[in-house]
């Protein structure tokens, strides 16, 4: 079983800057793909970003040249810095991490959700 927790979200103005954490723990093995999605109100949940243990990161059109995905192997952490961010970016964001644990069971893992608000 692994656990992710999320931190970071909040209130920022049209412009500014957000930084996302989220931390695996548990009984890991491997952290496969680790990545962001959303979903904003009366929308589907939708990919931010993700990275594979060792690949590029691939982003939504809609972000891309905003926000920057980065992972800490060592931490078992993700990060989503986001930057000029616009209001349709308004949304609960959602790590998720593919995780083998050290029973060798490989499943994704979704953490609680960080509120994401940008004013006009």
């Known amino acids: 079983q692994a656990q992710l927790a999320e931190s970071g979200g909040g209130l920022v103005q049209a412009g500014g800057s957000l930084r996302l954490s989220c931390v695996v723990s548990?009984?890991?093995?491997?952290?496969?793909?680790m990545g962001w999605y959303r979903q904003a109100p009366d929308q589907q949940r939708e990919l931010v970003a993700h990275?594979?243990?060792?690949?590029?990161?691939t982003y939504a059109d809609s972000v891309k040249g905003r926000f920057t995905i980065s992972r800490d192997n060592a931490k078992n952490a993700v990060y989503l810095q986001m930057s000029s961010l616009v209001p349709e970016d308004t949304a609960v964001y959602y790590c998720y991490a593919d995780v083998t644990s050290t029973g060798r069971n490989t499943r994704n893992y979704w953490g609680q959700g960080t509120q994401v608000t940008v004013s006009s």
């Open positions: 990275m594979l243990g060792g690949g590029r990161p």
């Open positions: 548990g009984s890991i093995f491997s952290i496969n793909a």
